[in-house]
């Protein structure tokens, strides 16, 4: 399974992840899946709502507003993208926990304020597949 995901994505997500230090940081992922692969071609940056600095919720405002602005070019939303303040580049058990749709793609930014690095994973139950880029 792969990830297309055009660099200044990548730098935009890191942007962000950077900015939220040291709380996590969260947005969805617009794009396509075809087959085997995920092109991103856009990313919705969203307010996270959690209390805890080492979570995330994705304010349902921000996540209605990507879905319409998804939609209203003919693409979907293909995942999700939070940010792990001075962890890792992979998903948690509580990442595990809060996920649930199936060939759903998650990227997730280590970063420790300065730099950043992105894994990504889709969801196939029970757990996480590493996606290469």
């Not at 950077?18 to 087959?35: H, K, V």
């Not at 692969?37 to 940056?45: E, G, K, Q, V």
Request: charge should be neutral.
């Amino acid at each position: 399974m792969k990830l297309i995901l055009p660099a200044a994505l990548e730098a935009e997500i890191a942007r962000h992840a950077a900015a939220a230090f040291p709380r996590e940081c969260c947005g969805l992922i617009e794009g396509a899946r075809t087959g085997t692969s995920f092109r991103a071609t856009r990313i919705h940056p969203g307010r996270n709502l959690a209390g805890a600095a080492d979570r995330f919720e994705i304010d349902p405002a921000d996540h209605i507003a990507a879905v319409k602005s998804a939609r209203a070019r003919g693409a979907d939303i293909i995942g999700c993208y939070h940010s792990h303040p001075g962890g890792e580049a992979r998903a948690s058990r509580h990442d595990l926990s809060g996920a649930g749709e199936e060939d759903f793609l998650w990227l997730i930014a280590a970063t420790d304020g300065v730099q950043c690095r992105i894994g990504a994973f889709v969801y196939r139950a029970p757990d996480f597949v590493a996606l290469s880029k």
